[in-house]
């Protein structure tokens, strides 16, 4: 497996000294955001993590080989480059064996971070189940490595063009905690609210650590998911926004968007519809997952080490 895996020397040392780390998708970077946007929004968000006391470990693949944390310079060649895969889990065989470049969805950048060990991630929003998914089965492979894979999930929710009800269904019957960060309404994402209520709200990064260290400890096996609502001044008006969503997925429908295609689509056409105030909020939703993240990866390795030394 290490002649397919490539640890960046930063992330390396912090696995070894047991340091705080935070793994990153690339996605958002080659599929999420146009140039330089994604390039600035990258090196911020891994800027942010840095400050905190964190390392970041941005993840991808490039010539076939998977990259846990990425140079500056590879950082700018993914953001500049055509033709990059979106990479979930039914694609890494395909994009290694053919050494592709490939950008790891939720989906394949928690398979990368358990690969190397690292517990926490922070992203934008996580795929879920689509509007009519009762009827096309259009599931996002994001929930079923959420239920399989011991990985911590900071996010705004899940994309605001899904159905979150049916999401948080789905993640119910997994098992899968959606922890609520000071809150106990489901945030959905450009959103602080969508008017689902979660079952428990954590008020600190040091309790959600808690709630890691026992359920991996005592053998319980899966992913949990920490829900954090985009800061108040950068919400966008519900009703507004939900209106734009509709009116992108009608055009989807009529041009037959569908699969890996579709998400791409309609984040675009919403930032079209709403001149850029959606991307805006994208970016500001992003940068405080990072931060929460952050602390969170920094108490999670203070609980392991009180927990070993209690024993």
């Not at 140039?35 to 600035?40: A, D, G, I, M, T």
Request: charged share 30%.
């Amino acid at each position: 497996m290490k002649s397919y895996i490539e640890i960046h020397p930063d992330v390396q040392k912090a696995i070894k000294k047991h340091q705080p780390i935070v793994a990153l998708e690339s996605t958002i970077i080659t599929h999420g955001m146009p140039y330089p946007e994604n390039v600035k929004m990258a090196k911020r968000v891994e800027s942010i993590i840095r400050h905190e006391g964190a390392v970041p470990a941005t993840i991808a693949i490039i010539n076939g080989i998977i990259k846990i944390g990425l140079s500056e310079d590879e950082i700018e060649y993914l953001a500049k480059a055509k033709d990059v895969i979106k990479v979930s889990k039914r694609d890494f065989g395909y994009v290694l064996s053919q050494k592709k470049d490939g950008a790891t969805t939720v989906s394949g950048t928690m398979l990368a971070a358990n690969m190397a060990g690292i517990k926490v991630f922070a992203t934008g929003g996580i795929g879920g189940v689509h509007r009519e998914g009762h009827i096309t089965f259009d599931i996002s492979r994001d929930l079923e490595e959420l239920s399989e894979i011991n990985v911590l999930v900071v996010c705004a929710g899940a994309k605001a063009i899904l159905d979150l009800k049916l999401t948080l269904e789905y993640l119910e019957t997994k098992g899968v905690e959606v922890l609520g960060y000071q809150t106990k309404e489901l945030p959905a994402f450009y959103t602080k609210d969508s008017g689902l209520e979660l079952d428990y709200l954590m008020k600190d990064a040091k309790d959600i650590a808690s709630l890691m260290q026992a359920k991996w400890e005592v053998g319980l096996k899966g992913g949990i998911l920490v829900a954090n609502p985009i800061p108040d001044m950068y919400s966008m008006n519900r009703e507004e926004i939900e209106d734009t969503i509709e009116k992108a997925l009608q055009e989807a429908k009529e041009k037959g968007i569908h699969g890996k295609e579709t998400t791409p689509f309609l984040l675009a056409k919403i930032k079209d519809l709403t001149k850029g105030d959606s991307l805006n909020a994208n970016l500001e939703l992003v940068y405080h997952n990072a931060l929460i993240a952050s602390k969170i990866a920094i108490e999670y390795e203070r609980c392991i080490k009180n927990f070993k030394e209690d024993i």
